[in-house]
Structure formats: structure tokens, C-alpha cells
């Protein structure tokens, strides 16, 4: 994954200190910007954000009651860039949509489209020009639409200016220079809690660990409030009963695959004496991960205090192993079968790896 600037050349932005005509390259429209990449070439916030409309679809279709997961739906949709006035929009956008679903009275349909038209209003770049972030502006613009205020409303007036200086106050304790992401993030956390307090619908509140950094050349690293650096990664313990083919295989795929969020442990109730041995070559075949190697059949005794347990699916029972989360995967034990039972049950594994690698990251397990 590639750091996003320009999006024509790729090459680093530049922001002037006054506005110049600029010529979109996309669609050729001339009008007045402060935002060029340093090659010349300028995109206008209608080019940017091409294909934003989806995110009716989106959100009309959500279930969820936590605007971070929402909102980090939208950010991986082909038309989301790592910066950009889209941003402006999603905020609110997910914070209506996780509202309504937490029990907030509102016609969901009719608010996006308001907020579709107001949030499309921040131009980019209003975070360092106007020193208000427009993820914040939209975190107000939010509060704005569900308490119906207008500039005569007494009550709604108050609290939506509010909302975004409670917003533009996280975003602006946790510095520059502006990250998208990180602002969308802080502005939708200051709007789940101001929203608990004074309006008594409770969004669910994730705080999720960030993905996008390899796009961002101006990223502050472990300086981020939602940064995986120095962040206590959990453990995760894969349990069958003999830890000879299904917990092993999720071990190694997910020191693999997940490693950079969390750690795998694997062990059995009753611990065979070897690895399966068909497991051994497949994962070597189709991972190039020597198992011989890495890896060897253990009791519950061997693990260390874990975080989440994950069972394989073959009724096993550890009351006695504390955990904050633990669920079931429910897989075939593929032991003595062929070896495209084998590979089924391997991809299920890669499958529900990094499933459980994003509901970390995202916050949904904490």
C-alpha cells in the first residue's frame, strides 16, 4: 500500500498562502484553490469526491450503533481517498446513521441528504485555512440536524456550536499536521459522548486501532491517539482438544497474517504428541510456513494469560481459562479426510483470521 497525494501524479501536495485560478484536471473546471500538488495539478472537491452517493446505500442498509465502524465502512469504498472533503460528509453521515439505530428519532434518509448537502460545503483544506477541521464542523452539522436547530432555536443553537468546539478541541489537542482519519475518529468519539450527555442516546464507543498509516506520508506515528504503536497488542488462544490441526493451523496464520495487531497462541484439553502431519505439509505448500519449526502440541497449562479464546468448533470446554471475549468458529476437524477437505477448512481459518485482525482494529472487541 502505497501514501496517497496527488491523485493524477501521486506526487506530495502544497498549500499556498493565498488563493490562484486553478484548472481541475479532471473536469477542467477554473476557480479559485490553495491546494495543488507540487507537479500543478489541481482536483476540485466535486472530482474528489466522485461516487460519495454510495454511501446512501450504505447507511439505509446499517444495523450497527457504532459510527467508528461505520464510518470506517465507508472509508475503505473505492470513492473514500486518505484526505479529502469526503470526510466532511462521512462524519455526520455515520453519526446519523449509528442515532438512528441506537434508538434516536429521526428520518434517516432525509437527514443524510442534509447532511450530504451541508457537509459538501467545507471545502478541504479548512482544518489548517479556516482552523476549523471540517470533521468537527461535521460532528456540529450532525447535533444541527438532529435537534433541528436553526440560527433562531435557543436549546439546539447552543448545543450544536457545542458539539463542534468539543470536537475541533480533540482534534486540536492531538496536533498536526491533519490526518483525516484521525480527525474523523476524534470528532465521532467527542460526538458518541457529548450526544450520551445531553441528548440520552448511547452509540456504542470504539476506539479503533488505525490501519490507514502506510497511505498517510504526514502520519505522527505513535504520537496518534489510535496508533498500534505501543499499544499492548492482545492475545488470542485457539483451543481444540488434541492442538494437533485446526488450533495449529490458526496459530500460524495468525502470527502470519495478524501479528501486527494481535498475538496467537494455540493448546488442546487433551494435547496429542505430534502436529498433524498432512497440516504440516498443506501449510507448508500453500503458506510456506515450516510448522516443524514454529510449532508444537500444547496444554491449556503453556499458555499465558490471554485476552480472547478462540474454540474450533469441537466442543471443547474451558471454563476455568478467564478471558474478556470468547467465541466459537465452529469448523470441520478435516483429520484423516482428503486433502481438499483440508484446504477448505485452511481458507475458513484465513477467512475468520482476519476477520477477528479488523474487529480489533476497528474496536468492535476490546
Same mark, same amino acid.
Not at 58 to 68: F, G, I, Q, R
Not at 118 to 130: D, H, K, N
Given at each position: 500500500?502505497?501514501?496517497?497525494?496527488?491523485?493524477?501524479?501521486?506526487?506530495?501536495?502544497?498549500?499556498?498562502?493565498?488563493?490562484?485560478?486553478?484548472?481541475?484536471?479532471?473536469?477542467?473546471?477554473?476557480?479559485?484553490?490553495?491546494?495543488?500538488?507540487?507537479?500543478?495539478?489541481?482536483?476540485?472537491?466535486?472530482?474528489?469526491?466522485?461516487?460519495?452517493?454510495?454511501?446512501?446505500?450504505?447507511?439505509?442498509?446499517?444495523?450497527?450503533?457504532?459510527?467508528?465502524?461505520?464510518?470506517?465502512?465507508?472509508?475503505?469504498?473505492?470513492?473514500?481517498?486518505?484526505?479529502?472533503?469526503?470526510?466532511?460528509?462521512?462524519?455526520?453521515?455515520?453519526?446519523?446513521?449509528?442515532?438512528?439505530?441506537?434508538?434516536?428519532?429521526?428520518?434517516?434518509?432525509?437527514?443524510?441528504?442534509?447532511?450530504?448537502?451541508?457537509?459538501?460545503?467545507?471545502?478541504?483544506?479548512?482544518?489548517?485555512?479556516?482552523?476549523?477541521?471540517?470533521?468537527?464542523?461535521?460532528?456540529?452539522?450532525?447535533?444541527?440536524?438532529?435537534?433541528?436547530?436553526?440560527?433562531?432555536?435557543?436549546?439546539?443553537?447552543?448545543?450544536?456550536?457545542?458539539?463542534?468546539?468539543?470536537?475541533?478541541?480533540?482534534?486540536?489537542?492531538?496536533?498536526?499536521?491533519?490526518?483525516?482519519?484521525?480527525?474523523?475518529? @476524534?470528532?465521532? !468519539?467527542? =460526538? *458518541? &459522548?457529548?450526544?450520551?450527555?445531553?441528548?440520552?442516546?448511547?452509540?456504542?464507543? $470504539?476506539? +479503533?486501532?488505525?490501519?490507514?498509516?502506510?497511505?498517510?506520508?504526514?502520519?505522527?506515528?505513535?504520537?496518534?491517539?489510535?496508533?498500534?504503536?505501543?499499544?499492548?497488542?492482545?492475545?488470542?488462544?485457539?483451543?481444540?482438544?488434541?492442538?494437533?490441526?485446526?488450533?495449529?493451523?490458526?496459530?500460524?496464520?495468525?502470527?502470519?497474517?495478524?501479528?501486527?495487531?494481535?498475538?496467537?497462541?494455540?493448546?488442546?484439553?487433551?494435547?496429542?504428541?505430534?502436529?498433524?502431519?498432512?497440516?504440516?505439509?498443506?501449510?507448508?505448500?500453500?503458506?510456506?510456513?515450516?510448522?516443524?519449526?514454529?510449532?508444537?502440541?500444547?496444554? @491449556?497449562?503453556? !499458555?499465558? =494469560? *490471554? &485476552?480472547?479464546?478462540?474454540?474450533?468448533?469441537?466442543?471443547?470446554?474451558?471454563? $476455568?481459562? +478467564?478471558?474478556?471475549?470468547?467465541?466459537?468458529?465452529?469448523?470441520?476437524?478435516?483429520?484423516?479426510?482428503?486433502?481438499?477437505?483440508?484446504?477448505?477448512?485452511?481458507?475458513?481459518?484465513?477467512?475468520?483470521?482476519?476477520?477477528?485482525?479488523?474487529?480489533?482494529?476497528?474496536?468492535?472487541?476490546?
Amino acid at each position: 500500500m502505497s501514501a496517497e497525494e496527488c491523485l493524477i501524479c501521486k506526487a506530495p501536495l502544497e498549500y499556498l498562502t493565498q488563493n490562484q485560478t486553478m484548472e481541475c484536471a479532471i473536469c477542467h473546471k477554473r476557480e479559485p484553490s490553495k491546494t495543488r500538488c507540487v507537479n500543478g495539478h489541481y482536483v476540485c472537491s466535486n472530482c474528489h469526491t466522485q461516487g460519495m452517493d454510495r454511501i446512501f446505500g450504505l447507511c439505509l442498509a446499517e444495523t450497527s450503533t457504532d459510527p467508528v465502524a461505520i464510518v470506517r465502512r465507508m472509508m475503505d469504498m473505492p470513492f473514500c481517498h486518505m484526505h479529502g472533503p469526503e470526510h466532511h460528509v462521512m462524519v455526520g453521515a455515520a453519526l446519523l446513521t449509528a442515532y438512528k439505530n441506537a434508538g434516536g428519532q429521526l428520518d434517516l434518509e432525509q437527514a443524510l441528504r442534509e447532511m450530504y448537502s451541508r457537509g459538501r460545503e467545507v471545502p478541504g483544506g479548512a482544518c489548517g485555512f479556516w482552523g476549523a477541521c471540517g470533521a468537527g464542523i461535521s460532528a456540529g452539522q450532525f447535533l444541527a440536524i438532529v435537534t433541528e436547530s436553526t440560527p433562531l432555536a435557543v436549546e439546539p443553537w447552543g448545543l450544536s456550536n457545542q458539539m463542534t468546539a468539543r470536537a475541533l478541541e480533540s482534534i486540536g489537542k492531538a496536533g498536526g499536521p491533519r490526518c483525516c482519519k484521525r480527525d474523523s475518529f @476524534l470528532a465521532i !468519539l467527542a =460526538a *458518541v &459522548d457529548f450526544t450520551r450527555e445531553h441528548l440520552g442516546v448511547e452509540m456504542k464507543r $470504539t476506539v +479503533p486501532v488505525c490501519s490507514y498509516s502506510p497511505r498517510n506520508n504526514q502520519c505522527i506515528g505513535k504520537h496518534c491517539p489510535f496508533s498500534a504503536a505501543g499499544r499492548k497488542k492482545p492475545k488470542v488462544a485457539f483451543l481444540c482438544v488434541h492442538n494437533s490441526c485446526r488450533s495449529q493451523m490458526a496459530e500460524a496464520l495468525g502470527k502470519k497474517l495478524a501479528g501486527d495487531v494481535f498475538e496467537s497462541f494455540s493448546a488442546g484439553t487433551e494435547p496429542g504428541t505430534q502436529i498433524n502431519p498432512d497440516v504440516v505439509r498443506l501449510m507448508k505448500q500453500v503458506y510456506g510456513i515450516d510448522m516443524e519449526l514454529t510449532q508444537h502440541n500444547k496444554p @491449556l497449562s503453556d !499458555l499465558p =494469560a *490471554v &485476552d480472547i479464546v478462540v474454540t474450533m468448533g469441537c466442543n471443547v470446554q474451558c471454563p $476455568t481459562l +478467564p478471558c474478556s471475549h470468547r467465541e466459537d468458529w465452529g469448523l470441520d476437524d478435516p483429520s484423516g479426510k482428503e486433502d481438499g477437505v483440508f484446504l477448505t477448512v485452511m481458507a475458513q481459518i484465513e477467512e475468520k483470521v482476519l476477520d477477528l485482525k479488523r474487529r480489533i482494529q476497528t474496536g468492535e472487541l476490546e
